[in-house]
Structure formats: C-alpha cells, structure tokens
C-alpha cells in the first residue's frame, strides 16, 4: 500500500537515493559518475529546501518515500533563491569550475550547479513553474507517477500557477511516453541541447 503526502524533512536520505538511483535516463547513475551525490543537490533537495509546498513524495507501507514530484512555481523567484539561499550550502563541496570547460560528467553537473540562471528561457515564460518527478524500478508503471504530477497539478492550481514545463533528457525515451500519456506537449526552445522541453497548462 502506498500513498502520496508532503515532504518531509525526514524524507531527505531517501529523496537522495531516488535522485541517484534514476538520475541516468531513468537508470542509476551511480557507474557514470564519480561523485553522484551532486545530482540530488541540482535536481532534488534544492526544491524540497527552497519551496516544501510543491514537494510531495509516494510513500511505501513503511512510509519510506519511494518517489517524489519536486517543483518550484515561479522559476525566475527560484532562479535567484537558489543562487543566494542554496549554493552557499554546497559551494564548499563542489566548488566552480571557473571558466574551465567542463572534462566530464562530474564537472559537466558542477558547471549546471554553478549556472542556475540556465532554467530561466524566454520560451517558457508562458511556464512559469517546472517540475522533477522520480520513482525507484519496482514502483514505475503502476499508475503512481500520474498520480503525484495530480497532486502537484492542485497545489499549483491552489497558488494561481497557470502551467508547469520540464526538461527531460531526449535520450530518456520511456520518460517521454509517460508525458505523453498525461498530455504534456513539447513546448519550442531555440538550440535546446541534448533536452526536450515539455508542458502542461494546469
């Protein structure tokens, strides 16, 4: 038995080990980094931190979080709360690569820990939230990740968000049929790199 509820402080170790274990195209991304633990401090923790309101986790008969939907509703006011209220707390652990170009995977996530300003696109202004959303293995496809994006979609709904977007890896093509089954579309972002960027009105 599972259910979705709010974040948790208690919650972080495991929001943690979710983000590692599904940050690699869906699969762990323990083998392809050598310190995989700056990936939760991009793409998880920061928005449970920086805005418990939109965070919510699917909890297993334990209440063990076995998933998450992590979100921020105004990307712009994140942008610059991560700046000023985040990095400080991690700069000290993986500190900029100051100009160098990045020589791999590990430097490639500390050149976007350090560049928060790269989620602010004039093409998604219409989007003003965006959103994370991971479950572990054993829990995708038995209908929890639609279920967490709706619990997402009222609270975002309750503080006047109009629509959420997201940036998925293009490789990640099983992440992207899921999308397309709860009727996000692809919105249009000039040179969007190795992402598609997706979203929905809420």
Known sequence: MTII????????DAVYDICIRTAHHGGDARPHYRDPGILPEIFALPYAHLEPQFAFVLADADDHAVGYVLATGDTESFVERF????LPRVADRYPPLDGAEPRDGDEVMRDLLHRPERMVLPALAAYPAHL???????????GHGRALIGRLVLALQEAGVPAVHLGMATANTAARAFYDRIGMHVVDVPDPGPLTYLGLKV
């Not at 509820?5 to 972080?12: A, M, Q, T, V």
């Not at 700046?83 to 985040?86: D, L, N, S």
């Open 5 to 12: 509820r709010p974040y948790r402080p208690s919650d972080h």
């Open 132 to 142: 994370h959303i991971d479950l572990l293995p054993e829990h995708q496809r038995q």
């Open 83 to 86: 700046r000023h209220e985040w």
